[in-house]
């Protein structure tokens, strides 16, 4: 199948043949459909203007890389709306924040991806004073060298609070608000995921190491990283090939420890109101 509108058109009808909540999902609920323009972040309008004009036509939900001095264009076609969801929105100014407002499209925040490729933050803090609704993400596996969202939340709640010399800046709070019930919220899942519900007083949350921030992700990283800094230095085989082996005896440890520790207990935490992001319904 070529991956033109015709294809997608045909992907929808076949694949994703069910519309829940204005989105087109998969038999079993689980995937739903949307497209991912290419044209906004490249600046070419001539591409992403008839994507977005197919992702309406077709009802499918729409994701776009605002990068710097974007918005402004956006607005002035009136392209964004409550079905685009909008990535990183840098150097966003006031005028293009109350844009966002005014159209209703969710931005998803990534800044762990940004620091990675160097980039300066999307400004969290402005957008979410504004009101501008929020989420947090990893941008995509490519980008961003963890899919932990632990790892995101606490990344993001660090750079802002270094950004603005402010340790109330962004809380612990807001960044577990963010990642759960509010990107629930724009998945139009609200009711589905994103929050913890009381049972009995307690949740039972499984707090092994495995399931949350796996030893071997973050030994190969450690490891790929310490590699790329040597390669780029030297060209000696020999040090290469010494990188190699010393990467491959941190995953033999990580991963024994992970073995080792997959037996553990999982933690038992008491629920109260104060320790829950949850909104009365």
Not at 223 to 236: F, Q, S
Not at 253 to 268: C, F, Y
Request: aromatic letters at 4%; one cysteine or more; charged letters at 25%.
């Amino acid at each position: 199948m070529t991956l033109d509108q015709e294809g997608v058109r045909q992907m929808k009808n076949d694949d994703f043949p069910h519309q829940v909540d204005g989105a087109w999902m998969t038999e079993d609920g689980l995937w739903s459909l949307g497209i991912a323009t290419r044209g906004v972040e490249l600046g070419k309008p001539e591409i992403w203007e008839p994507e977005f004009a197919f992702a309406r036509e077709e009802g499918l939900s729409i994701t776009a890389h605002l990068m710097e001095g974007q918005i402004a264009d956006l607005k002035a076609k009136k392209a964004l709306g409550p079905d685009v969801f909008s990535i990183h929105a840098l150097s966003a100014s006031d005028d293009d924040i109350a844009y966002l407002l005014e159209a209703g499209s969710p931005v998803c925040i990534a800044t762990p991806a940004l620091a990675r490729s160097g980039h300066h933050p999307s400004p969290v803090s402005k957008l979410m004073k504004a009101g501008v609704p929020l989420c947090l993400s990893v941008d995509s596996t490519a980008g961003c060298d963890t899919a932990d969202m632990f790892a995101v939340m606490r990344i993001t709640m660090i750079v802002e609070r270094l950004l603005h010399e402010d340790a109330g800046v962004y809380s612990n709070r807001d960044a577990i608000r963010h990642t759960t019930i509010e990107a629930a919220r724009f998945l139009e899942m609200e009711g589905e995921i994103g929050r913890l519900i009381e049972r009995h007083g307690v949740a039972h949350i499984d707090a092994r190491p495995h399931r949350v921030a796996p030893p071997i992700d973050q030994a190969l990283q450690v490891g790929v990283a310490r590699l790329d800094a040597e390669i780029a230095e030297h060209t000696d085989s020999s040090l290469r090939l010494h990188s190699l082996l010393a990467i491959l005896l941190i995953a033999v440890a990580a991963v024994q420890l992970s073995r080792g520790r997959a037996a553990g207990p999982a933690t038992t935490l008491p629920v109260s109101p104060l320790s829950l992001p949850a909104r009365p319904r």
